[in-house]
Each structure stands twice: as C-alpha cells, then as structure tokens.
C-alpha cells in the first residue's frame, strides 16, 4: 500500500531523514518507534504531505506521490492525526465529524438557496454517518457538548472519528496513547484492531507505549538518527542490540 524508498529530509544543514526505506502492506498496522530525535514525526510529515522530501520516492497504492499535498493525499485516502489533538475546540463532538466529509453540497453557497433539497439530503446522510461513528466510538453521550471539553483520551476517539468519516485507506496515528488514561486507552487500542479487522483500515503508529505496540502491531520499524535500524516482529525488534543501544544510549553489555 506504502513504499517509502531513500528518504532524506534536510533542513539547514541538518539530516532529520536518513536514506529512510520501508514498505506498509495492506491491512496491517505498523509500529514506528525510536527514541526522541529519532525522525518519527518528521517522516510522518513527509508522508502526511506536510513536508516534501530532499530527496527520495513516495509511493501510495501504487503511484508516485512525493510531494504532494496533505490535501491531495487526504482525497486519496491518506489521512493522519496529531499527537495534540487538533478538534475544533467551539464545536460539538457530532459537528466535529460532520464537517470531515469532503465536497458536500452545502459548501457551494448558492446551492444553499437554489438546491436546498439537494442539500438537506446530504446533511442528513452526512449527520447519519456521524451518529453511526459516534455508536461505535462509543461518545454518543457527549455528542452536543463543545469539543474543546471532551477528555483527552476522548478527543483522541474523535481523532480517529474524523478518519472513518473520510472513509481513509491509511490513517497515520501520531501517539495515540499520549495523554489517555488506560481506561479509554484499551478502548481505542480495541476501535483500532476492529476497524483493522473488521473494515481494512491500515494503520501505521507512532508510540513510545511498548504494550499498545505490543498488542496491535506487526510489524514494527524502529529508527534512530533518521534511519531505519530494524524491522520486524515486536519480540525480534526488542531484542535487537541496536535498538536497546538507541534507546540507552549505552551498549548492551554495559547495560547489564
């Protein structure tokens, strides 16, 4: 579904990505870890289409998307969150996942006045999807209350929300478990298997909570220095003497 090939990105001087290669397959989910400075997020920006590579390819479902747009590669289904959730704080929750479904027929203002039958029939679909994500997220009770009062492990469910109003291919998930308390974090843990399962969504995750990566995903990529180390299955990656000399910045053998 994802090929990264040769990543590099350079700001001033300074290499953020290193020669960074891997590919996601198709209805799997994905762990990228490493430690703080390892690159992560900077990849996940080339990815996401916020940042363009210095260098290196991009392919998603079999095009070259290097350098697109966040929002070409959205209308693509290729969508991602944030580690601080960015919800629209004056809003509801149901507003929140109403207002994600792109080209809607009421964002034309003059169909608002000479094809309001059109309209009102696109919202209700649109407001019918959103009370169906809200039942499975399981935030129907806070559906008419003000984003921007949700939980924070509430607003991370509305995160994910957003991505099943897109209908998205691959959601790009930016420390899910960052901020949730464990209730509603084995909550979200369970949402993003089922949709994994159940709905193909594919997923690649940033997370520095080894149990969440542990229990969702295979495989997992660790980087350090804006490259890739290793990847592999969770027990193979941990083991792996590179990665536990990333993250202690010490040798194995000085570590025991």
């Known amino acids: ?86 919800e629209f704080a004056r809003l509801t929750t149901l507003e929140n996942l109403m207002m994600v479904p792109p080209q809607q027929a009421g964002e034309n203002l003059f169909a608002n006045w000479l094809s309001w039958g059109k309209v009102k029939t696109g919202e209700a679909l649109v407001e019918k999807k959103a009370w169906e994500t809200l039942e499975f997220l399981e935030l129907t009770h806070v559906a008419n209350e003000r984003a921007g009062n949700l939980s924070g492990g509430q607003k991370k469910l509305l995160e994910l929300g957003r991505t099943m109003m897109t209908d998205a291919k691959l959601v790009l998930l930016d420390e899910p478990a960052a901020g949730v308390n464990r209730t509603l974090l084995r909550k979200l843990e369970e949402k993003i298997q089922i949709l994994n399962r159940d709905r193909g969504y594919t997923f690649i995750l940033i997370e520095h909570d ?30 792996d003497s590179r990665v536990l000399e990333a993250y202690l910045g010490e040798t194995t053998g000085d570590a025991a």
């Open 1 to 86: 579904m994802l090929e990264l090939d040769q990543l590099v990105m350079d700001f001033s001087g300074f290499r953020a990505v290193n020669g960074c290669s891997f590919k996601v397959e198709k209805g799997s989910i994905t762990g990228l870890i490493g430690p703080n400075g390892a690159g992560k997020t900077t990849l996940f920006n080339l990815i996401a289409g916020a940042l363009k590579p210095t260098s290196g390819c991009i392919r998603f479902l079999d095009q070259n998307v290097t350098g697109l747009s966040s929002d070409a590669l959205f209308h693509r289904g290729l969508v991602r969150t944030f580690q601080i959730p960015h």
């Open 210 to 239: 080894m149990e969440m990566i542990e229990k969702l995903c295979h495989p997992v990529v660790c980087m350090a220095e804006g490259a890739v180390l290793i990847q592999g299955d969770f027990q193979t990656v941990r083991s």
